[in-house]
C-alpha cells in the first residue's frame, strides 16, 4: 500500500513537473498569459509531492518490507536501524529519488520566496527547473522504479555492501546532492536569464545563494572524501587523481568561479555572460561528474556505482540538458547586453583573473580524467595521474593565489596597484623570508618549496582586508571571504607539509621490537586476532611516544571480509597539533616478523582544518546574505502596508 | 558618458566564441560514444606480443636443476609457459594450483625467479609443488624487464619459434585456465 501510494506521488510529481514546464513555456507568449499563474504553485505541489514519495520509500526501508524488490535487494531484518534509514538511498534507485526530491523541493521553495526577479525570468527559470526535473522523473519511472514489488515475496533480504555500513558514507551522497542541486538551481536561473536576456544584479542575487549553499556543501564533501581515502585507504595519501575525486572536484572549481562571478554581477552588474555561461557550467560538470562515475567509462575506485545501461541513459539527459542549454547560451549571449566597463587594475579585474585561473584549473582536470578515454579511443592506453596534475595545475594555481592575496584589497571599477603596493610589501617579505630559511634545507620538492613558501603571506595577506575595519561592525560577508582565503592558505601549508615534510618507515619487525619515525619511538608489543560482526582482523598493539612523552596505545589493523572476500586496513592515527602519526599493518613476512608502515606528518591536518574553514567562510557569507535579503524582504512589506494604509 | 573611461573593459566576446562551449561539449559526448560503443577491454596489451624473446642465459635457480635460455623455447615443438614468480610473492603462492593443473594436462612450463635465493625458491617450490621444467634465476630482473614484465606473477605464452604470443598479468585464476589453454592451442 504504501509502496503503491509512493509510486502514485511520484508519476503525480512527474506529471506536474510537466505542466510547470508547458505553462510555463506558454506563459511567456503573449496569448498563455493566464497559465503564468499556476506555475508557482504548481512547483510548491510537485516539491511536496515528490517529498511524500520520498517519506514513502523511508518508510518501506525502516519497515524492512521484503515485498519491495529494492529494499529486498539493499536491506536486511537484522540491520541496525540507522543503516535501514540511510539504506534508503545507499542504492542506485533510491539516490536517484533523493537527488529529485531535494531539487523538486528546491524548485518549490524558489518559486514560493523569490520574488525579485521580473515574473517572465521566473517563468523560464521554472520551466528550465522543470525540464531538467522531468529527465530524472522520467529515468526514475521508467528505468529505476525504487517502488517495484517483487514475487514471491523473499524470507530475508540481501543485506548493504559493508563497505557502505559507514555512517559518514551514510551521509556522504546527500551532502553531494545538496551540492549538485543548489548548482541546478542556478543553472535553471541562468536558462530563465538566457530566455528573456535580463542578466543583472537581481538575477545575480536571486542566484547568489544558491551558489553559495551548493558551493558550502561541494567543499565539505570533497574535504570529507579526501579525510575518509586517507585514513581508509591505508596509503598514507589524501588525493590520488583519482576520476572520482575529479569528478568532484571540477563542480567546485566551477561553483568556485561562478561564486566570485556572481559576486561581480551583484556588485557592479559586470561579467553578465561569462556568469550565465559558469552557471551553465557549474551544473553541467555535476552532471558529467555523476555520468563518469555511474556509467563506469573510467574505471576507479567507486567501481561498485557502476552500471552502463543507466550510464548511457544519463548520457542522454546530459546530450539534452547541457546540450540545450549551451545551444542557447549560443544563441542569446550575444544579445545579452554588455555589462558595466572596469580597468584591468580592479576588484573586478583581480575576480577575472580568478576566474580564468579556475577555468583553466577546470580544464586541466578535465582533460586529465577524460585523456584515458581519448587515447583509448586512439588505441593506445594510458593513465594520467599526479606527474601531470601537479606541476600543470599550478602553473595557474600559484598566480591565482597571489591574485586572491591582493585582489581584495584592490578597489572596484580602476585602482591603482601602486596604492596597494605598500600593504602587500609586508605579506611579500614573509613570503621571501620563509622562502629564504627553506633554502637551507635540502630535499624539498619545488612545488612544496613554493606552498610552504606562500602559505604563510597568503595567510597574513587575507587578513589584510579587514585592516583598518571597525570589526564589530564589518559585514558577515567580508569576514566570510576572509574565512575563506585563509582557510585556502592553511590547507596550502598542510598540503606542502605534508610533502615536504613527512618521514615514512616501512619495516619488517619482531613483537617486542621498537621503530622510531621522526620524533615518534613506537613500541611493537604484539599482534592479535580480532572478529567483527562481518569480518576478522589481525590487530597490530603498538604503544607511541612522541618525543618521550606518554604512551599512546595503537591498534592498526588487516581486515579481511568474506562476503564478498576482500581485505581492507584500518589505519591507526594519533592526532597530535602538530601533524599525524599514521600507522598500518601489512603482511606477515613470514619469519614472525610483520610488516609495518609508519608515517609521521607533519601538520597534515591543516588540510581539512583548512576545507573547514573554506565552507565556513561559505556559511557566514550566506548567513550574511541571506540575513539582508531578509532584511529588504521585511522593509519592503513595511513600506507596502504603509502604502496600503495611506491609500485607504 | 563624461567620466574618464577604463581604457580596457569587459569586451564583447566574438560571435564564434559563444558556440565553443557546445564545440567542446559535443567533442565530450563524441569520445563517450566511442568509449561506450567499444568492448570493454580492460586488460593491458603488451607491446610485447609479436615479439621473439630476447636473448638470454639464465643459472638455475637452484643447484642440481636445469638453468634457463631463450635457446630452450626456439625448439620447434609445442608452444610453453613462461611463468615470472619468486618465493617471497603471496599471489604466486595463490595461482600454483592453476599452474600445477595446466602442468598436469601437459603444457610445458618454464619459470624464472626473480630477486631470490635458492633455499627460499625450493622451500617455496616444497610447499606449493613443482610445475616447471626450468626455472632460471634473475637476480636483477634484467630479462623480466626485457620481455616487458613488470611484476610477479605473470604469464607468457611462448611459441615453437620463440616469439611471445600472450602476456598474462597477475595471479592465474581458476577462471583464467581456458583463456590461458586457449592461447596455447592458437600459439600452435
Same mark, same amino acid.
Given at each position: ?55 514513502? =520509500? ?38 536517484? /529519488? ?47 522504479? *525504487? ?64 551558489? =553559495? ?101 544519463? /548520457?542522454?539527459? =546530459? ?110 617579505? =614573509? ?43 564589518? *559585514? ?61 582482523? /589481525? ?110 | ?188
Amino acid at each position: 500500500m504504501i509502496a503503491e501510494l509512493g509510486l502514485v506521488a511520484l508519476w503525480l510529481a512527474g506529471a506536474l513537473a510537466g505542466l510547470q514546464l508547458i505553462a510555463g513555456s506558454l506563459g511567456l507568449t503573449a496569448r498563455g498569459g493566464t497559465l503564468a499563474g499556476v506555475v508557482r504553485p504548481v512547483a510548491v505541489v510537485q516539491g511536496l509531492l515528490c517529498c511524500l514519495s520520498f517519506v514513502a =520509500l523511508i518508510v518501506l526501508f525502516c519497515e524492512t518490507d521484503l515485498s519491495v524488490k529494492l529494499v529486498a535487494m539493499n536491506s536486511h531484518s537484522a540491520k541496525p536501524f540507522i543503516y535501514k534509514f540511510a539504506g534508503t538511498w545507499g542504492n542506485h534507485e533510491g539516490s536517484m /529519488l533523493l537527488w529529485v526530491t531535494v531539487m523538486s523541493l528546491a524548485g518549490g521553495f524558489v518559486a514560493l520566496v523569490e520574488r525579485r526577479l521580473p515574473e517572465r525570468t521566473m517563468l523560464a527559470t521554472l520551466a528550465g527547473q522543470a525540464f531538467v526535473s522531468l529527465g530524472f522523473y522520467a529515468f526514475l519511472l521508467f528505468s529505476s522504479n *525504487p517502488f517495484e514489488r517483487s514475487s514471491p515475496v523473499p524470507d530475508e533480504g540481501q543485506g548493504l555492501n559493508p563497505l557502505l555500513q559507514d555512517i559518514g558514507l551514510a551521509f556522504h551522497p546527500p551532502t553531494l546532492y545538496f551540492g549538485y542541486v543548489g548548482l541546478s538551481i542556478a543553472f535553471s536561473f541562468a536558462i530563465g536569464a538566457l530566455v528573456t536576456r535580463e542578466v543583472g544584479p537581481a538575477f545575480a542575487r536571486a542566484m547568489r545563494p544558491w551558489v =553559495l549553499g551548493a558551493w558550502i556543501f561541494l567543499t565539505l564533501g570533497i574535504t570529507a572524501g579526501s579525510y575518509w581515502a586517507y585514513y581508509e585507504l591505508g596509503w598514507g595519501g589524501w588525493w590520488f587523481w583519482d576520476p572520482v575525486e575529479n569528478a568532484s572536484l571540477m563542480p567546485w572549481l566551477a561553483a568556485t568561479a561562478l561564486l566570485h562571478s556572481v559576486s561581480v554581477l551583484a556588485a557592479r552588474n559586470a561579467l553578465r555572460a561569462w556568469t550565465v555561461m559558469l552557471g551553465v557550467v557549474a551544473f553541467s560538470m555535476s552532471m558529467i561528474g555523476t555520468f563518469l562515475v555511474r556509467s563506469g567509462i573510467l574505471t576507479s575506485v567507486h567501481a561498485f556505482a557502476v552500471d552502463p545501461e543507466r550510464g548511457s541513459f544519463i /548520457l542522454v539527459l =546530459l546530450a539534452i540538458n547541457i546540450g540545450g542549454a549551451l545551444t542557447l547560451f549560443g544563441l542569446r549571449a550575444a544579445s545579452v547586453s554588455e555589462g558595466e566597463r572596469f580597468a584591468p587594475v580592479s576588484r573586478e579585474g583581480a575576480l577575472v583573473f580568478n576566474n580564468v585561473a579556475l577555468s583553466a584549473i577546470l580544464g586541466i582536470v578535465l582533460f586529465g580524467t577524460l585523456y584515458p578515454l581519448l587515447a583509448e579511443a586512439m588505441g593506445a592506453k594510458v593513465s594520467v595521474g599526479p606527474p601531470y596534475f601537479n606541476p600543470v595545475g599550478a602553473i595557474f594555481a600559484v598566480p591565482m593565489l597571489l591574485v586572491m592575496a591582493v585582489g581584495p584589497l584592490l578597489r572596484w571599477r580602476r585602482d591603482a596597484f601602486a596604492r596597494v603596493r605598500a600593504i602587500v610589501v609586508v605579506p611579500a617579505l =614573509l613570503v621571501l623570508l620563509v622562502a629564504a630559511l627553506l633554502a637551507f634545507r635540502s630535499g624539498i620538492g619545488a612545488l612544496p618549496f613554493i606552498g610552504l613558501s606562500l602559505a604563510g603571506g597568503l595567510a597574513l595577506a587575507s587578513l589584510l582586508p579587514l585592516r583598518g575595519r571597525n570589526l564589530r561592525r564589518t *559585514p558577515l560577508p567580508v569576514w566570510g571571504m576572509v574565512t575563506a582565503h585563509l582557510g585556502i592558505a592553511v590547507a596550502l601549508f598542510g598540503m606542502a607539509s605534508d610533502s615536504a615534510f613527512s618521514i615514512e618507515k616501512l619495516v619488517a619487525a619482531r613483537p617486542g621490537e621498537t621503530v622510531s619515525v621522526g620524533p615518534w619511538r613506537i613500541v611493537f608489543d604484539r599482534i592479535e586476532p580480532v572478529a567483527g560482526p562481518n569480518w576478522t582482523a /589481525l590487530e597490530a598493539r603498538m604503544k607511541a611516544r612522541y618525543d618521550g612523552g606518554a604512551a599512546v596505545e595503537i591498534h592498526p589493523q588487516a581486515r579481511y571480509f568474506w562476503t564478498p572476500p576482500q581485505q581492507t586496513s584500518e589505519s591507526a592515527l594519533v592526532t597530535r597539533w602538530n601533524g599525524q602519526l599514521y600507522a598500518v599493518v601489512g603482511e606477515d613476512a613470514g619469519d614472525g616478523r610483520w610488516q609495518l608502515r609508519l608515517w609521521w606528518k607533519p601538520f597534515v591536518t591543516m588540510i581539512w582544518f583548512g576545507g573547514i574553514m573554506i565552507a565556513l567562510g561559505g556559511l557566514l557569507a550566506m548567513i550574511g546574505r541571506v540575513a539582508s535579503d531578509l532584511r529588504r524582504i521585511v522593509a519592503r512589506g513595511k513600506i507596502a502596508y504603509r502604502r496600503g494604509r495611506q491609500g485607504r | 558618458m563624461s567620466d574618464p573611461a577604463p581604457e580596457a573593459a569587459e569586451v564583447k566576446p566574438r560571435r564564434w566564441t559563444l558556440w565553443l562551449p557546445l564545440a567542446l561539449f559535443a567533442g565530450f559526448v563524441a569520445l563517450v560514444l566511442i568509449g561506450l560503443m567499444r568492448p570493454a577491454d580492460r586488460e593491458v596489451a603488451s607491446a610485447m606480443i609479436g615479439k621473439p624473446l630476447p636473448e638470454f642465459a639464465l643459472r638455475p635457480a637452484f643447484p642440481g636443476r636445469p638453468g634457463l635460455s631463450r635457446a630452450d623455447f626456439v625448439t620447434g615443438g609445442k608452444p610453453r609457459l613462461l611463468n615470472i614468480f619468486a618465493s617471497w610473492c603471496i599471489p604466486c603462492a595463490v595461482e600454483a594450483p592453476q599452474l600445477a593443473q595446466l602442468a598436469k594436462q601437459g603444457v610445458q612450463i618454464d619459470g624464472i625467479a626473480i630477486r631470490d635465493r635458492s633455499e627460499d625458491v625450493s622451500a617455496f617450490l616444497a610447499r606449493n609443488g613443482n610445475p616447471f621444467v626450468r626455472i632460471g634465476a634473475d637476480d636483477v630482473s634484467a630479462v623480466q624487464l626485457a620481455i616487458g614484465s613488470s611484476g610477479v606473477p605473470e604469464t607468457f605464452v611462448i611459441d615453437g619459434k620463440g616469439v611471445i604470443r600472450y602476456q598474462h598479468i597477475g595471479d592465474i585464476r581458476a577462471g583464467d585456465v581456458p583463456t590461458i589453454l586457449r592461447k596455447l592451442a592458437e600459439a600452435q
